[in-house]
T-cell receptor
Framework: GEDVEQSLFLSVREGDSSVINCTYT??????LYWYKQEPGAGLQLLTY?????DMKQDQRLTVLLNKKDKHLSLRIADTQTGDSAIYFC????????????FGTGTRLQVFP | DTAVSQTPKYLVTQMGNDKSIKCEQN?????MYWYKQDSKKFLKIMFS???????INETVPNRFSPKSPDKAHLNLHINSLELGDSAVYFC????????????FGPGTRLTVL
């Protein structure tokens, strides 16, 4: 079945860039998403990328998609303490695009 | 204005009890979902409904029964609660399913004692 992997932790200094990585197994995924979960809160959609795109930029966020390696990354420029949260990547299942498969989540810690 | 809301936010109950979690969305979406997030933050879909019709039913014990009285509401009823049911349950909705972006509620933290 589909599997989405992420590293568990990332620690960066305020003002630096953060890069959160994700690998997935379903090469037929149509959409890939990044969600943010702050402590005690729900999931907030950050951005998404369609599978025929290589890159998408949205203000401080840059998503890179390498379909050959099934690798997705989220870069946060000028990381702030308010960016501290858990970041989940997710893919849609190829034969059921209604079903989101979530990664294990990366806990981003931003220190001053 | 809250887009996807859930009640209650916290639910603490004894093993063996029956409880319900309610979800409402005011986005005019046709599709709604229930997800479970365990203590390790792993998120997995449980159910999805499109316009009151069950679409996705993952391998979930039949003690869990979703009910959709109308397309703006999807409630989750759990019978005979077990310790392993302790988790955060998230409701979500999307415009028409089929890859449309899913918007999540704030979650309900269920603790079974």
């Amino acid at each position: 079945g589909e599997d989405v992997e992420q590293s568990l932790f990332l620690s960066v200094r305020e003002g630096d860039s953060s890069v959160i990585n994700c690998t997935y197994t379903d090469s037929s995924s149509t959409y890939l998403y990044w969600y943010k979960q702050e402590p005690g809160a729900g999931l907030q959609l950050l951005t998404y990328i369609f599978s025929n795109m290589d890159m998408k930029q949205d203000q401080r966020l840059t998503v890179l998609l390498n379909k050959k390696d099934k690798h997705l990354s989220l870069r946060i420029a000028d990381t702030q303490t308010g960016d501290s949260a858990i970041y989940f990547c997710a893919e849609t299942e190829s034969y059921n695009t209604d079903k989101l498969i979530f990664g294990t989540g990366t806990r981003l810690q931003v220190f001053p | 204005d809250t887009a996807v809301s859930q009640t209650p936010k916290y639910l603490v109950t004894q093993m063996g009890n029956d409880k319900s979690i309610k979800c409402e969305q005011n986005l005019g979406h046709d599709t709604m979902y229930w997800y479970k997030q365990d203590s390790k933050k792993f998120l997995k879909i449980m159910f999805s409904y499109n316009n009151k019709e069950l679409i996705i039913n993952e391998t979930v014990p039949n003690r869990f029964s979703p009910k959709s009285p109308d397309k703006a509401h999807l409630n989750l009823h759990i019978n005979s609660l077990e310790l392993g049911d302790s988790a955060v349950y998230f409701c979500a909705s999307s415009l028409a399913g089929d890859g449309d972006t899913q918007y999540f509620g704030p979650g309900t933290r269920l603790t079974v004692l």
